[in-house]
């Protein structure tokens, strides 16, 4: 498929063909729900504790005496109906991880970016060299519409990208091979560079994936 390429000032200087397989997949909606809800899985530390009645430190002595009191039978300060006791099924330290097969994480990725792609919502810049200065990168966002929500995608981290967009609401800048689809949709627009995109197409292509297909166990 063909893409128009835009310069900084956001007019379009030419149009270049991009793969069809990483940018214009069918969407699979099962994979691509998987994918996020893996993403943001792993992304829990999962150290939330609470103490039972057991671990709640407290006097073990019966607070009064079993009858003649009016109250309730109580045998314990640790007991979770009094205040400052143990909690009833709170949380415990745990593992969320999720696995997910590499090929399947693979085709979340390509449906995520297919799906910016066929919504004119991912945008190819001819190349992107600023300097460190966040008005400069907010004048460059605005020129392209994309001063809202943007992920800005270059082939290798660039010190002066991270820093010129880093103050700017909205806006997160990640090195291609680091994309991921929780980014992609997080994000009303993507910003990808040339470079960027070729980058993709050579981690997630077509002739990537037929070398691993024909990889020797």
């Not at 297919?114 to 020129?143: G, N, Y």
């Amino acid at each position: 498929m063909q893409v128009p390429v835009y310069s900084l000032r956001g007019e379009v200087v030419e149009h270049i063909e991009i793969s069809d397989y990483v940018f214009n997949a069918p969407l699979n909606e099962a994979v691509l729900h998987q994918a996020v809800v893996r993403q943001q899985a792993n992304a829990r530390q999962g150290t939330a504790s609470t103490k039972t009645r057991s671990e709640v430190k407290g006097s073990t002595r019966k607070l009064f005496r079993q009858k003649g009191t009016g109250f309730a039978r109580a045998g314990s300060r640790r007991s979770p109906l009094r205040r400052g006791g143990g909690i009833v099924f709170g949380p415990k330290p745990r593992d969320y991880h999720q696995a997910m097969p590499k090929k399947m994480r693979q085709l979340a990725l390509r449906c995520a970016l297919s799906a910016k792609a066929r919504d004119e919502e991912l945008k190819v810049i001819a190349e992107l060299k600023v300097e460190p200065k966040t008005k400069q990168m907010a004048e460059i966002l605005a020129a392209l519409g994309a001063d809202s929500s943007a992920l800005v995608v270059t082939p290798e981290p660039q010190e002066t990208v991270v820093r010129a967009a880093r103050n700017l609401k909205g806006i997160k800048t990640i090195p291609a091979n680091l994309l991921n689809v929780l980014d992609i949709l997080s994000h009303k627009t993507v910003l990808m560079t040339v470079s960027a995109v070729r980058k993709a197409e050579e981690l997630w292509g077509e002739k990537q994936a037929r070398e691993v297909k024909h990889a020797p166990l």
